[in-house]
C-alpha cells in the first residue's frame, strides 16, 4: 500500500543520534515535513519547542488531527546522547500490517539538513518486540541533504571493548560499527575520522 504521509510530530536533537523506539510498517509513503519538533533534555526539561503544519492527504481523504487514531499513526523514540526524540507520523489512510525486519535491513530512512532529519524517506518493517532502532549510517546524498539509515538494535553487534572504533567517518559520510557496551555513547574524536565508545 502507498499511504501518503499526513502529518508527524519530532522531538529531534543536535548531536548524538542515534536510534529511534517504534513500530514500523511496510510500506513506502510521500515524505511530508514534521509538524511539531520539542526538544528536551535527558532529566525531561524542555529545551525548544516549535510548530509546522502540512498536510498532504490527496482527495478525498481529508487531514486529521486525532492522534489517537492508532490504525492511522506510527511512532518513534530516538536513543540520543544529549536529547530525547518522540516521532509520530499520521497517515492519510489506514497503514497496511507492520512487516517484521529481516537481519540487517533499513527500518527507517529519514533526511534533513545538517544532521537534523525532517523528512520520513521511507518506512519498511519494525523491529521485533518494538526494540529501539539504532542510527547505522548517515551521508550526504545528490540533493546535499543528508541521509540518515537507522537498522535495529538487535541487528547491530555490541563493540567488543569500552574503548572500541565504533564510527568511521569521511567527508561525505559516517557508518556506526557497533553500539557502545556499559551506557557509553559513541563520541566522534580528533582527527574526526573515527569515533570511540566513551
Known sequence: MNSQLLLAICTLC????HGFFGSS?????????????????LNGTLDEEMSTYTCSCAY??????????????ISRNLLSTTHNITMNMMFCQAV?????????EQALVVSG??????????????C??????LL?????????LYYHYYVCDSHMMTC???????????????????????????????????????
Request: with cysteine; proline share 6%; hydrophobic share 20%.
Open 14 to 17: 543536535f548531536a548524538g543520534c
Open 25 to 41: 510498517s511496510s510500506r513506502h509513503s510521500q515524505a511530508s515535513r514534521l509538524l511539531q519538533v520539542t526538544i528536551r533534555h
Open 60 to 73: 478525498p481523504h481529508t487531514c486529521s488531527s486525532d492522534w489517537t487514531r492508532s490504525g492511522h499513526v
Open 96 to 104: 497496511q500490517p507492520q512487516r517484521e525486519c529481516t537481519y540487517g
Open 113 to 126: 539538513s545538517l544532521t537534523i532529519p525532517y523528512d520520513v524517506v521511507s518506512i519498511n518493517c519494525r
Open 128 to 133: 521485533r518486540d518494538s526494540t529501539p532502532l
Open 136 to 144: 547505522k549510517e548517515r551521508s550526504i546524498g545528490p540533493d546535499y
Open 160 to 198: 567488543q571493548r569500552s574503548q572500541s572504533n565504533c564510527a568511521t567517518l569521511t567527508s561525505e559520510s559516517t557508518t556506526y560499527n557497533c553500539k557502545c557496551p556499559n551506557n557509553r555513547h559513541c563520541r566522534i574524536t580528533d582527527p574526526f575520522t573515527h569515533g570511540r565508545c566513551m
